[in-house]
């Protein structure tokens, strides 16, 4: 789990990142981001009542988004707020290698886009 310092905690937060922050898209979800001033990253997973019903399945989502978070990208990402946003019911069935793969081509694209502007 993601530690509670690198969480997005309040509206404001969300919102502004949601409004005026950069998205990369991909199969199964997006991801907002924005640069913070929080000196580390920020993350937030929001999976709605869409993707599934049951609370179990959605917590169980989230809590594998934000570990592939930890273990991989909290470093790499320095000072962003990222927003991942999961839109597609698929995505309760994919491994997590998988999972871990596809958040990795999007987190690269982040990259890309921010050297070049």
């Given amino acids: 789990m993601l530690a509670q310092k690198n969480r997005i905690h309040g509206r404001r937060t969300f919102v ?3 409004k005026k922050g950069r998205v990369v898209r991909g199969q199964y979800f997006n991801i ?3 640069d913070n001033n929080a000196g580390r990253l920020k993350a937030a997973v929001v999976v709605s009542k869409k993707i599934s019903k049951s609370a179990v399945v ?3 989502l989230r809590r594998r ?3 592939i978070l930890r273990k991989n ?3 790499k990402l320095g000072n962003k707020n990222l927003i991942i946003i999961v839109f597609n019911p698929d995505i309760v069935n994919l491994k997590s290698a998988e999972l871990e793969n596809l ?6 694209k982040i990259k890309d886009n921010d050297f070049s502007s």
């Fill in 32 to 34: 907002n981001y924005s």
């Fill in 103 to 108: 958040i990795s081509n999007l987190i690269s």
């Fill in 16 to 18: 502004v990142t949601l």
């Fill in 73 to 75: 990208f909290l470093t």
């Fill in 65 to 67: 988004l934000y570990e």
């Fill in 58 to 60: 959605r917590n169980r």
